[in-house]
């Protein structure tokens, strides 16, 4: 069993998935598999990935039902011992990222901090410890994540009822439901592709009103809380619109 399970999940990445390639074959630690799960590409994307074949541990091409779906598929075919989402588009911030995480202390949960693909490289700090009112106004990012394999078997794996914000569901689960354990490494392990779906204007609306979901589930001050209130009256003045 690898220390370290790798899962990338691409679907028409060929512009951005070598980066992604060449950040996880770089890494000085090597106990690690990887798993990619293509959603059926057709750009090339799968001619690249062929280019780094005998690293990968498993190759699946098939069509999906959204993020949360092939990622899913991913944890059901891993087996090391800590999984870390390293999607199409994202890398990992420096060939020590494996290192980082393989020195700190082994906790349920273990998550760096991020540096963003952008022109200044900005850096998005997280807490060691996280509140709920942390968790209220901020999220983890999935490439910076490293979860113990057996938090899937015990808390469930991604809800794909969700479009865009399963990994935000799945973290208020573990941290603030189930308070797994968790240290924080406070470097930067992973840059995040700001081309993504999750930071696009497109998906703005959608991200509020899951965003909305999840924190009506999980958080009763939130309920009756001003920014509850507006979410709610813009979704049904939306819905309104739409009818």
Known sequence: MSKYSIITICFNEVENIRKTCESIVAQNYLDYEWIVIDGASNDGTLETLEE????????????????????????????????????GGDAFASNQALDFVAKAPQKDLIYGDLRCDTYNGE???????????????????????????????SYGKYDTTYRIAADYDMNVRLLEIAKVSSH????????????????????????????????????????????????????????NLDN
């Open 52 to 87: 780094f074949r005998s690293d990968i541990s498993i190759l699946i091409s098939e069509p999906d039902k959204g993020i949360y779906d092939a990622m899913n598929k991913g944890i059901n075919l891993a087996f090391g011992e800590y999984l870390v989402f390293m999607n």
């Open 184 to 239: 924080h490494i406070p470097h930067p392990l992973a840059i995040f592709d700001i081309s993504g779906i999750s930071s696009s204007k497109k998906y703005r609306s959608l991200r509020r009103r899951e965003n909305h979901r999840i924190r009506m589930k999980y958080f009763p001050s939130y309920r009756w809380s001003f920014r509850a209130w507006r979410q709610g009256l813009r979704q049904l003045f939306r819905k």
């Open 123 to 153: 850096i998005h700090s997280f807490p060691d410890h996280f509140r709920a009112s942390d968790l209220l106004k901020t999220m983890l990012p999935h490439q910076a994540s490293f979860y113990r394999r057996k938090l899937f078997e």
